[in-house]
Nanobody
Framework: QVQVVESGGGSVETGGSLRLSCAVSGSSVGRYGTAWYRQAPGKSREWVASLAVGGATNYADSVWGRFAISRDNAKNAVYLQMNSLKPEDTAVYYC??????????????WGQGTQVTVSS
């Protein structure tokens, strides 16, 4: 059984930093791509960043230059370093990994999410 557990969220002031972790068990983060998504209250889920198996990264324009996604195969974990945080970054952040499912928009496994709150 695959488990995905996010951690590292919290409350920070504008300009602060947080590092989110996505710990995976039952599947290898080095075998599949992984993405981070976020969902703010009253808004739809938004893609934030992706990390391909080969190491290529992609970011939403809204976080480009401020966020960095990385992977530690030995720890079977994926991280999201978030710098220069803004109030609009406030959301629940989710990790998505595993094989692509259905139409290929999302991957098979999700975590429960971790709350990030940025105050002005």
């Amino acid at each position: 059984q695959v488990q995905v557990v996010e951690s590292g969220g919290g409350s920070v002031e504008t300009g602060g930093s947080l590092r989110l972790s996505c710990a995976v068990s039952g599947s290898s983060v080095g075998r599949y791509g992984t993405a981070w998504y976020r969902q703010a209250p009253g808004k739809s889920r938004e893609w934030v960043a992706s990390l391909a198996v080969g190491g290529a990264t992609n970011y939403a324009d809204s976080v480009w230059g401020r966020f960095a996604i990385s992977r530690d195969n030995a720890k079977n974990a994926v991280y999201l370093q978030m710098n220069s945080l803004k109030p609009e970054d406030t959301a629940v952040y989710y990790c998505n990994t595993g094989p692509l499912r259905g139409s290929g928009e999302y991957r098979e496994y999700w975590g429960q999410g971790t709350q990030v709150t940025v105050s002005s």
